[in-house]
């Protein structure tokens, strides 16, 4: 008997051994293809960072950054700042004791960047290890819908805002609560997002709070993005993060997080893919991100603003087909991804700051002075808008109005899994 088990014993070592060099081989194998994808990640840089939250701030020569990359801005020069001036609008703050400002980025307490660069966070190989594949690193999963799987149309939903019917979903492995708008040309969108940091479940999930623009067919869309997200897969941690994307065909193959692959161009001084904060506490301090993203007339070219009037940078027209004229559809809100979204039991991972949006300001995740931008080149609330949520039982969506005299304020979010969201 003590021979059985010994060799029992002896076998299982063997086995594990054998398999753990297998493991090690297969590292190995990629290690030269991850070093290769390092190097055309990050560029050399004239000064570095080491931020108190462990990321490294590479300040790289704004003409030698990895936007420039892209076959279509092979001859590309670089607009250093807007052509256009966004008109100013007051804002009656008088009743708004709570908010404060929120600290953009956490990296800046530990110094900045030399004229003539750019912040650009640093990739290191533990974030490729975490990647499912390095071709798919740092992308978002395409957008398909329900009813592209389907024979009949029962798990598809139809919008009708301002007589435009349009399709909203549901989408597979994503949950969204947005405020849409559709129906013009815009050519910009702006809102304060509240910043929170919620709940993520699992390291292969996202939530987000951001603003979409998006022109083309609903199967085909171009879209760009900015808000914040927390997505551990991504850069490694839990923390409320800026970020930006855009893609031209859904998600497909173009398009990525951030400046990980070409296209986003910067020209100010903030870090894609950094951490922000503080964070909004509930029934306590509410800290904001106000976010806008605008076309410029004269070079088509989609600029991206934060705090009021920072340039973070652009979108190149060049990198589009409707988008290079105006979007069509502006969403404002949240979305979570997950393979547990839709399905039985459903994920934990929250959306804003993990409360519905009937628990209003305090407690819920808002997006304050909703604005659009059409070609009368005005700032100016929607004059059609409408909600959406996929999963009502489990993130919500709730354009609020307190009386005649104030405009709404959009709440949204929720927790996720629930006893009324299994």
Not at 65 to 71: E, G, I, K, M, R
Not at 263 to 272: N, P, R
Request: hydrophobic content about 35%; glycine content about 8%.
């Amino acid at each position: 008997m003590e021979k059985t088990v010994y060799l029992f014993l002896l076998f299982g070592a063997i086995s594990t051994l054998c398999n753990g060099v297998e493991v090690n081989a297969k590292a190995r194998k990629t290690l030269p293809e991850i070093d290769r994808k390092l190097k055309l990640l990050n560029r050399p840089a004239v000064k570095s960072i080491k931020s108190e939250d462990g990321d490294i701030i590479d300040c790289v020569d704004i003409y030698k950054q990895p936007a420039l990359d892209h076959p279509a801005l092979k001859n590309h020069t670089i607009q250093l700042s807007p052509s256009f001036d966004i008109p100013a609008e007051k804002v009656d703050r008088r009743n708004e004791s709570s908010r404060l400002p929120v600290t953009i980025q956490t990296w800046q307490k530990s110094g900045s960047c030399p004229n003539g660069t750019v912040p650009i966070r640093r990739i290191r190989r533990q974030d490729l290890l975490r990647a499912s594949s390095l071709q798919q690193f740092g992308r978002k999963v395409p957008e398909v819908s329900y009813a592209a799987n389907r024979t009949d149309a029962t798990h598809s939903k139809f919008e009708s805002i301002n007589n435009k019917t349009i399709h909203l979903g549901p989408l597979v492995d994503r949950s969204a609560a947005v405020l849409v708008t559709v129906g013009f040309n815009y050519i910009g969108a702006q809102g304060d997002i509240n910043v929170w940091n919620p709940r993520v479940e699992s390291p292969d999930d996202y939530t987000t709070a951001q603003i979409w623009l998006k022109g083309g067919p609903g199967d085909n869309f171009e879209s760009v993005e900015g808000g914040w997200v927390v997505n551990p897969k991504l850069y490694g941690d839990k923390l409320t993060r800026l970020f930006v994307y855009w893609t031209k065909d859904s998600y497909k193959s173009t398009g990525c997080f951030d400046a990980i692959c070409s296209g986003f161009v910067q020209t100010g001084q903030v870090a894609l893919g950094a951490a922000i904060g503080p964070w909004s506490i509930s029934e306590g301090p509410q800290y904001y991100l106000p976010v806008g993203i605008y076309l410029d007339p004269n070079t088509k070219n989609w600029w991206l603003k934060v705090n009021g009037n920072i340039v973070v940078g652009y979108w190149p027209g060049s990198l589009f087909s409707y988008l290079s004229y105006s979007a069509i559809l502006v969403e404002w809100g949240g979305q979570v991804y997950s393979p547990n979204v839709k399905k039985t039991p459903h994920t934990k991972t929250a959306m804003g700051s993990g409360s519905f949006s009937h628990g209003l300001q305090g407690s819920a995740c808002s997006i304050e002075h909703v604005r659009i931008i059409d070609f009368s080149l005005q700032l100016k609330y929607p004059q059609w808008v409408g909600t959406w949520a996929d999963e009502y039982y489990c993130y919500d969506a709730y354009n609020y109005v307190k009386g005649y005299t104030t405009e709404p304020v959009f709440f949204f979010g929720g927790p996720g899994q629930n006893p009324i969201c299994k």
